[in-house]
């Protein structure tokens, strides 16, 4: 209430108002710090200016003021204005729609639920060993052709020896399973954050004039600048992001439409490889590819359409939503259904099943990705939608 809390405090204070169960005593504790008993309908009104003052995480000022916490809801179109009314409200919380959840639900009667997702990865040396990250404790792991690697804190750094010459290039594999994710340091400084399941290539030393790594999956980046040895990211053999010093996020998930790269600071240039057609109508399609490429200003989106013939297309992008996962959260806003599901399948390492196909719903808010499955599940089952979890890490969605 005095606005003196620290980043990690402040982070604390979320989770314990994600926390269905916990929520009761947080709301008893600000009542003995205040002195007074607040009536149910002011709860909300006085955690909200608090909840809104304090941050996620210790997010880039960029974005220039803490996200609002937004409960997710069903947005159909035509839908009754009640239930808008109902699930708007600025604040996180999750009294709000506890009322709504049918006690009897399928949800409800789950007696397994899945743990969110954590730091870790499996890194694959030249040599081909295969070393799991979050089962270590800090130190050298490793030394490859004169760079030694380096593990402190749940965080990777590849620090090649000044001055070093390299006989040849050797070639490392940081893969973040399902339910995983981790960030590493590259031996030119360049941090990169890995989502969950999602891999990077990248030697152990850069050689030559040129800087260049493959991706899978999701990153964001924030790479060193050096004019002298431009920066390149391969994406699933189909698109190359090549940075000219800056910050940015390439969404390249196989099973996503679209293969995004999001510009937050600096520029990049996006080139695009799709298979085009020989110019004989009547002759079957060729194999050739042709590139088509854009350079990006900060806040654009370029997008190349997975396993299509299509020009690579630009738009604004939505900064939030896109860093949404680096900063811990979920961001729903303007998502199907399908979409919401691919997320929380790769972050708690599930399986969906539709049981009687895919509804066509759209949905808008934010959630903390802290939160365990069931908890996330208990929010979205406040709309037409329902689920359950069932063994083997299945999750069936029910109409």
């Known amino acids: 209430m005095n606005n ?35 009536a149910s309908e002011e709860a909300d009104e006085t955690l909200l200016p608090l909840l809104q003052r304090a941050p996620l995480a210790d ?22 204005a009640a239930i808008l009314v109902m699930l708007s409200a600025g604040a996180y919380i999750w009294r709000s729609y506890l009322s709504l959840v049918d006690q009897d639900s399928p949800l409800s009667q789950v007696g397994t639920d899945v743990a969110p997702g954590r730091d870790g990865a499996i890194l694959t040396l030249a040599d081909g060993r295969k070393i799991i990250l979050d089962s270590l404790g800090n130190g050298t792991i490793a030394n490859q052709n004169g760079t030694a690697v380096v593990l402190n804190n749940g965080q990777l750094k590849y620090e090649a020896a000044a001055g070093k010459g390299y006989a040849e290039q050797q070639w490392n594999t940081m893969y973040t399973p399902k339910g995983r994710q ?9 941090r990169v954050w890995l989502n969950a399941a999602s891999s990077i290539t990248f030697p152990t030393a850069f050689t030559g004039n040129e800087r260049r790594i493959q991706l899978t999956g999701e990153a964001y980046f924030e790479v060193t600048k050096d004019k002298t040895k431009p920066f390149f990211v391969k994406i699933n053999d189909q698109a190359e992001v090549e940075v000219l010093g800056t910050s940015f996020n390439v969404n ?5 439409p679209n293969i995004s790269t999001t510009l937050l600071e600096g520029s990049v240039k996006v080139k695009s490889e799709v298979r085009g057609q020989k110019s004989d109508a009547n002759a079957p399609a060729s194999d050739h590819l042709s590139l088509t490429s854009a350079v990006l200003k900060p806040g ?19 900064i939030d939503k896109v860093m949404a996962w680096r900063y811990g ?28 196909g895919i509804p066509d719903i759209r949905f808008v808010g934010e959630m903390s990705r802290d939160m365990t499955l069931a908890g996330v599940l208990k929010a979205l089952d406040a709309t037409n939608v329902h689920f359950r979890i069932v063994e083997n890490r299945r999750l069936v969605v029910e109409p």
């Open 59 to 80: 997010k880039p000022e960029m974005t220039g003021q803490a996200p609002v916490r937004r409960l997710p809801f069903l947005r159909k179109w035509g839908w009754a």
């Open 252 to 256: 390249g998930y196989g099973d996503e």
């Open 4 to 38: 003196q809390l620290t980043v990690e405090e402040q982070q604390e204070f979320h989770v314990l108002l994600n926390d269905a169960e916990q929520y009761p005593n947080v709301l008893a504790a600000f009542e003995t710090l205040g002195g007074e008993v607040y």
């Open 329 to 356: 959260a979920f961001d729903f806003e303007d998502a199907s259904l399908q979409e919401v599901m691919r997320q929380l399948a790769r972050w708690y390492d599930i399986e969906v099943v539709y049981e009687k």
């Open 182 to 190: 981790f960030n590493v340091t590259l031996p030119d400084g360049t």
């Open 300 to 318: 654009q989106q370029a997008q190349i359409v997975n396993d299509a013939v299509t020009t690579l297309t630009l738009k604004q992008a939505d």
